[in-house]
């Protein structure tokens, strides 16, 4: 059998992790020009592996595959280093987040850092292209796709007998020119995550950090939005992404290198219902409204003056991990609407109940941070052209995305 992966992603890997030892033949298509300009998603992602049936993805996958997948990624570290924590393993610490109306999200992670996730996908990538069946073509990026009864064609004209598409987020212009041509494979597309990096000195939340290392919550505001903590980054810096028509905000830590302020992401769920059906417009253009103010920067504000809704024109004690090139001091009530705004405060004021501290004055924020989701796919209309990882609008994390491709090679040798 001869099969297309586009995409050298999380979900490529557990795919091939499954696959390897068939004797298909496996051509793997890669946008990025070497396996040294690739990584998962993108190089930015903070490699946290999280164990958990409460987030990652839409699936239900069963803890001990993850855990499995979790000590894969952990081998191919080559030296085994990596940090441990439990996201509200400890009762007090839940029942105190859940006596102030926050629902704790209970998981295991392990963090192997954005600079260890390199190394590794680079060893997963000697270890692949030692095999005599599978072929790397990077430098390609597919850009259209051509499904027929018993073949797809890739935009250069090769033809396999099976494609998965496994390009994650940033491949969403891919998956876009495949709905236009296959409208029916969407099964949903209404939901967009919209809100703020919050940073604040690591003292704030060292209890918490040493406890858990990431703590989720998620919470129902006033405005009846759900408003949850994301990406919480002990120690670590705030970054920026460019997705091209726009600039966002993100966070990541490292393993060896450590600053002194902690980020999380503070992101409201934006559900709307028909005739809404362009949650990536809307939050693209919430993100670009950002950046229009902020000159292509990335607005920086203190809590109290986001509070507010005064503009921010100097700081104070705590002074941001983004390079300062990167962002212009302002006021973010402008560029967003005030639904988000007001489910954020309350969900800050209401944190602060449990961590005292969050709510200071002179914490910073920072916008936009937007995370899209991508538009449910349907697996079942095409028996040889299948979606895995987060393109599939299925998966939001390395293991889910990992799990989901090992899963559906599992499948293919079933069928
Ligand atoms: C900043 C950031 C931090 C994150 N941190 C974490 C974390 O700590 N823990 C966690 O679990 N998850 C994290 N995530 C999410 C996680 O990285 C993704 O859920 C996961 O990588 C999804 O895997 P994937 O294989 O679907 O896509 P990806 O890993 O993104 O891989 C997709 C691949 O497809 C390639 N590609 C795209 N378009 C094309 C095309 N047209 N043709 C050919 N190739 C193409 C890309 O170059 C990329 O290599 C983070 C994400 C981001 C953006």
Redesign the pocket.
Known sequence: MKIAI?????????LIEKIKNTGAEIHI????HDIYS?????I???????VSKEM??DLNIDLDLQKKLVDFWIEKTGNGHFERGSSFANMEFYKHFYSKGFQPIISD?Y?LGTDQLKEVLFNIYEEYKALSNIHFHFG????KIEVSEDSVKTDDGSSFDKMFV?????????IKAIINEYPQIVLDSTKVDIGVRFELPNHVVEELNREMYEFKVKYKSKTGYMVRTF?NNPSGYV?T?NYGDFITV???AKIKEKSKNTNFAILTTVQLTEPFNDPIGYGSNIAELSNMLGGKKVILQTYSHFRDSKRTKNLYRVQPTLDPAKYILGDINLAYPRRIIESIIDFIENLDEVVPGVANADNLVYAPEIKFYSNALSNQTFDNLKF?????GF????????A??YILGEKILKD
């Open positions: 586009i995409g050298f992603g999380a979900a490529a890997i557990g298509f890669e946008k990025s690739s990584s998962i998603s993108g930015r992602a903070d490699g946290k592996l999280f990652g993805g992670f963090h390609q990026s597919v850009n496994a390009v994650g987020r940033s491949g969403h212009k891919l990406c970054v992404e993100n966070g990541h895995i990882g987060d393109c599939s998966t939001r994390s390395i293991i889910y995305a990992t989901h491709g």
